[in-house]
């Protein structure tokens, strides 16, 4: 009688990585420690990737950055240390629904026994996942081994679905054990309701055609869901104008004859709100109603005459369906018989920049003069405060070549954001638009780039301070030191970097970045404190006349 040979099953760290290739996890960003080297040291034997850097903060955003552009990202870090240095950078990616994979090692369970107290605890051996639990949409710790590998499957399975991170706690005593019975993946997804889908579809089409001025509304779940050719088919087959949110910025090439620009309400340029908010069929696609996107709630949205479709409901005038994936409407919405319009008239070209004089450089200038100078292949990662409003109204030549943190809004993604679009996609040269102040926070982060041997250009926005702030209320606390951005390439031992106060002295900068690859430029652009783009006065007034003095709305 033959016998029959129990197959060893993989380890828990093991099942782990090849879940998260599966997914698409090349790269693994963060830094180790003494609960989290078992699980490292399996890491660096698979062909995934480890990307070390300066903070832990830095590997979250750069995680963050990566996963919008790859589709997925992961960090690991250890524990409590690394693992709350990381809660600010996941938040971002849990109210932006960026999918990344938090791995955090732990304290091994034979070690908690009698609740000693270890270093790096916090209160009790739940604390990390207890907070973790408020900023992701799941977090688990693998306790048992035999539940180890669905319990990894469910949480992989949440981050792809709903497009926000996940968190996994890894005890050391854990990584290397194995479960004594077989597991098999199963993917697990819940159909669209064929009979909501064909009742919503029919009354969207009969709004869009009748309605005399269509217009669509772009926003970020575009992007997070990989729907941007279907948008463009919907908006090439019906000749509807289309505009994006500062969220979605990118979702479409803005090269497109249909593009409208951004809008941000009375933030925004007059022509965008006035064919937005003057539509009698709006389309909103994977919008996100947030202050930002909405220009500080001064947006006028008539919601009783629009469609709205993202990732949690499909709404068509008042009446709410259930039960429709997102993608699936779009994708019937791109193939129905929906009235075509004629193309629209071509639109005037941006008027002809003019050449850089010797004068000094000033905000709405600098952006003229960098609009004018990208091209296909850079990706603007953009910080918040004046590059991004500033940013606003750059032509973004193809889809997802603008990333920004432009609902969170959390200073220092910029520069670790860079890090993660070089590794997600080599053919992209990330143009890093970042001010002083969060460079401050998060610049180091130069020193990874450095390691991985990328050439990305940062254009510092040095005004000395918290512009922003300023405008809503001034005061010494808004000051920094003022940095010579331009020497850190001696203190790195690498790249290139010039200070500029003029434009002629930014333009000459500026061919001298492009030219130079193999290792990062850094051009320190020096502007008047109070120097803004329109859009930021327009922010700042608008903040300032919502709160009081106490931070209250009065």
């Given amino acids: 009688m033959a016998r029959t040979v129990a197959v060893e099953q993989p380890t828990i760290g093991a099942y782990l990585i090849k879940r998260l290739q599966d997914f698409g996890v090349r790269h693994v960003f963060g830094i180790p420690g003494d609960y989290v080297l078992g699980f490292y040291e399996q890491l660096a034997k698979s062909p995934i990737h480890i990307i070390g850097t300066v903070q832990e903060d830095g590997a979250g955003f750069a995680a963050d950055a990566y996963a919008r552009v790859n589709g997925i990202g992961a960090v690991c870090v250890t524990y409590c240390v690394g693992g709350l240095s990381l809660a600010n950078p996941i938040a971002g990616a849990y109210a932006e629904k960026s999918p990344v994979v938090v791995i955090s090692g732990a304290p091994g369970m034979r070690e908690r026994v009698n609740d000693p107290m270890l270093h790096h605890k916090v209160k009790s051996f739940s604390t990390q996942r207890e907070i973790f639990e408020r900023i992701t949409a799941a977090a688990i710790v693998i306790d048992d081994a035999e539940a180890a590998f669905g319990r990894i499957d469910d949480a992989l399975r949440v981050c792809w679905q709903q497009k926000r991170p996940v968190y996994i706690e890894l005890p050391r005593d854990m990584v290397d054990a194995r479960p004594r019975h077989a597991h098999v993946s199963q993917t697990v997804e819940v159909p669209t309701d064929a009979d909501a889908l064909a009742e919503a579809l029919a009354e969207a089409v009969g709004l869009l055609n009748k309605a005399k001025r269509p217009v669509i509304l772009a926003d970020v779940e575009v992007h997070r869901y990989g729907l941007g050719i279907e948008l463009t088919r919907l908006v090439e087959s019906t000749g509807i104008p289309i505009a994006v949110t500062i969220l979605g910025k990118s979702v479409i090439s803005e090269l497109h004859p249909n593009y409208l620009g951004v809008y941000e309400g009375a933030m925004g340029r007059t022509d965008v709100r006035e064919a937005v908010e003057g539509s009698d069929c709006l389309l909103m696609l994977g919008t996100f109603l947030t202050d930002v996107n909405l220009g500080v709630f001064t947006a006028k949205l008539d919601r009783s005459l629009a469609i709205e479709a993202t990732s949690e409901k499909v709404q068509v005038s008042r009446h709410r369906y259930d039960g429709i994936a997102f993608g699936d409407f779009l994708r019937a919405l791109?193939?129905?018989?929906?009235?075509?319009?004629?193309?629209?008239?071509?639109?005037?070209?941006?008027?002809?920049?003019?050449?850089?004089?010797?004068?000094?450089?000033?905000?709405?200038?600098?952006?003229?003069?960098?609009?004018?100078?990208?091209?296909?292949?850079?990706?603007?990662?953009?910080?918040?405060?004046l590059c991004l409003f500033g940013a606003i109204d750059l032509v973004i030549h193809r889809k997802t070549e603008f990333l920004a943190p432009a609902y969170y809004t959390s200073m220092g993604f910029a520069v670790p954001g860079a890090l993660g679009v070089g590794c997600a996609n080599k053919d992209l040269r990330p143009v890093v638009l970042v001010g002083?102040?969060?460079?401050?926070?998060?610049?180091?982060?130069?020193?990874?780039?450095?390691?991985?041997?990328?050439?990305?250009?940062?254009?510092?926005?040095?005004?000395?301070?918290?512009t922003t702030e300023r405008f809503i209320k001034d005061g010494r606390f808004n000051d920094i030191l003022d940095w010579r951005y331009e020497l850190l390439p001696q203190i790195l031992g690498t790249g290139w970097g010039a200070a500029v106060s003029t434009e002629a002295e930014f333009a000459a900068a500026w061919d001298r970045a492009r030219a130079h690859r193999g290792s990062f430029s850094i051009i320190n652009i020096r502007l008047e404190q109070m120097d803004h783009c329109p859009a930021l006065q327009r922010l700042g007034e608008q903040m300032a006349a919502n709160l009081g003095p106490s931070g209250k709305k009065v």
Avoid: H
């Avoid at 639109?347 to 003019?354: I, L, N």
């Avoid at 850089?356 to 296909?376: C, I, K, Q, S």
């Avoid at 002083?436 to 301070?465: C, H, K, W, Y």
């Fill in 334 to 385: 791109a193939n129905a018989r929906i009235r075509k319009r004629a193309l629209p008239k071509a639109r005037a070209r941006r008027a002809k920049v003019a050449k850089p004089g010797d004068v000094p450089m000033r905000a709405t200038r600098l952006f003229e003069l960098l609009n004018d100078r990208l091209v296909d292949g850079m990706a603007v990662v953009c910080d918040v405060g």
């Fill in 436 to 466: 002083d102040g969060a460079f401050q926070m998060t610049g180091m982060e130069l020193s990874s780039i450095v390691r991985q041997r990328q050439d990305p250009i940062v254009l510092v926005l040095n005004n000395r301070g918290y």
